[in-house]
T-cell receptor
Framework: QKEVEQDPGPLSVPEGAIVSLNCTYSNSAFQYFMWYRQYSRKGPELLMYTYSSGNKEDGRFTAQVDKSSKYISLFIRDSQPSDSATYLCAMRSDYKLSFGAGTTVTVRA | GAGVSQTPSNKVTEKGKYVELRCDPISGHTALYWYRQSLGQGPEFLIYFQGTGAADDSGLPNDRFFAVRPEGSVSTLKIQRTERGDSAVYLC??????????????FGEGSRLTVL
């Protein structure tokens, strides 16, 4: 069993819809939780970063962490075609980042 | 440069050949990572450098893989006797943080290796 499991997708949604992305993890030592966005043939770029359980908002993006359930989510409101990308959840306990497999999202205009 | 630079961006080689992939991190970043990303998968950890030394090489799949960072800046990932299963995108990332903490990893665009 992998340390980080991510809902596989792919997801295809109309412009303006809410996108919901989810990951679960098994390693209780993970302290930092991140979401990366990766466009085709590019490297991952950090989108959201959280440390504690709860919600964190940044514009149209909301990251949720539930440490008791070992579950994290990313919500994208009012999705735009430019949000079409692969979204990777990532977690770390010290220096090493462990990634989920990624969910590819397509937002249709 | 402003970001992490990786060369070559694409490399096609034949089974059994030797390959070197280069990473030039963001200036001043002490931590450097190599990850491997196979098609449809997330990046998988290979090796972590803090300065010149490999602090953790537990992700290297076997002894055909080796990485160096002799002066604490540029790093080279070396793959001997390449196999078709080595085909993947090799990502390099650098970070300002020494250990743990909130240091963001900045990724390069990757080197896409294809072994025929």
């Amino acid at each position: 069993q992998k340390e980080v499991e991510q809902d596989p997708g792919p997801l295809s949604v109309p412009e303006g819809a809410i996108v919901s992305l989810n990951c679960t993890y098994s390693n209780s030592a993970f302290q930092y939780f991140m979401w990366y966005r990766q466009y085709s043939r590019k490297g991952p770029e950090l989108l959201m970063y959280t440390y504690s359980s709860g919600n964190k908002e940044d514009g149209r993006f909301t990251a949720q962490v539930d440490k008791s359930s070992k579950y994290i989510s990313l919500f994208i409101r009012d999705s735009q075609p430019s949000d079409s990308a692969t979204y990777l959840c990532a977690m770390r306990s010290d220096y090493k980042l462990s990634f989920g497999a990624g969910t590819t999202v397509t937002v249709r205009a | 440069g402003a970001g992490v630079s990786q060369t070559p961006s694409n490399k096609v080689t034949e089974k059994g050949k030797y390959v070197e992939l280069r990473c030039d991190p963001i200036s001043g970043h002490t931590a450097l990572y190599w990850y491997r990303q196979s098609l449809g998968q997330g990046p998988e950890f290979l090796i972590y450098f803090q300065g010149t030394g490999a602090a953790d090489d537990s992700g290297l799949p076997n002894d055909r893989f080796f990485a160096v960072r002799p002066e604490g800046s540029v790093s080279t990932l070396k793959i001997q006797r390449t196999e078709r299963g080595d085909s993947a995108v090799y990502l390099c990332a650098s970070s300002q943080a020494s250990r743990g903490g909130t240091g963001e990893l900045f990724f390069g665009e990757g080197s896409r290796l294809t072994v025929l």
